[in-house]
């Protein structure tokens, strides 16, 4: 598989933009940390990115079973770790439709489980800073 680019496109102050499958996704700092405030963070995004495919997962389930989604509802909490500022624990909290078949629930949860996102952080790729000429 040929690698996937993202163009990183320098603005304002800490603005970055990233073009990527004809999308400008936008970020920038807060203001605390020098930027705008005018975008989500970098790292707001990755954060985002794995709710919204957890999301994904467990709408799909539904939909595939024809169950309905109303009332389904998620959220995600991330707990930074004191010392390393790193996330040490990211909970995702499911509510289930009314009427949600219980003969479905675990299933659902490893439906959620499959998230790509999560994935890739579980199976880190290697990662190589270059700088070309």
Same mark, same amino acid.
């Given at each position: 598989?040929? @690698?996937? $680019?993202?163009?990183?496109?320098?603005?304002?102050?800490? *603005?970055?933009?990233?073009?990527?499958?004809?999308?400008? #996704?936008?970020?920038?700092?807060?203001?605390?940390?020098?930027?705008?405030?005018?975008?989500?963070?970098?790292?707001?995004?990755?954060?985002?990115?794995?709710?919204?495919?957890?999301?994904?997962?467990?709408?799909?389930?539904?939909?595939?079973?024809?169950? @309905?989604? $109303?009332?389904?509802?998620?959220?995600?909490?991330?707990? *930074?770790?004191?010392?390393?500022?790193?996330?040490?624990? #990211?909970?995702?909290?499911?509510?289930?439709?009314?009427?949600?078949?219980?003969?479905?629930?675990?299933?659902?949860?490893?439906?959620?489980?499959?998230?790509?996102?999560?994935?890739?952080?579980?199976?880190?790729?290697?990662?190589?800073?270059?700088?070309? @000429?």
């Amino acid at each position: 598989m040929s @690698p996937k $680019e993202l163009k990183v496109v320098f603005g304002d102050k800490y *603005k970055i933009d990233v073009d990527y499958k004809g999308f400008t #996704i936008k970020t920038d700092q807060p203001v605390r940390d020098g930027g705008d405030g005018t975008a989500p963070a970098p790292f707001d995004y990755f954060l985002a990115s794995l709710a919204s495919c957890a999301g994904y997962y467990a709408l799909a389930f539904c939909r595939e079973r024809k169950i @309905p989604t $109303e009332g389904l509802a998620m959220t995600m909490t991330a707990e *930074k770790g004191e010392s390393s500022r790193l996330m040490e624990r #990211i909970t995702i909290a499911v509510a289930l439709p009314e009427g949600f078949p219980d003969k479905y629930r675990r299933a659902v949860v490893k439906a959620i489980d499959h998230c790509t996102v999560k994935a890739n952080i579980l199976q880190a790729p290697r990662f190589e800073v270059v700088v070309r @000429p």
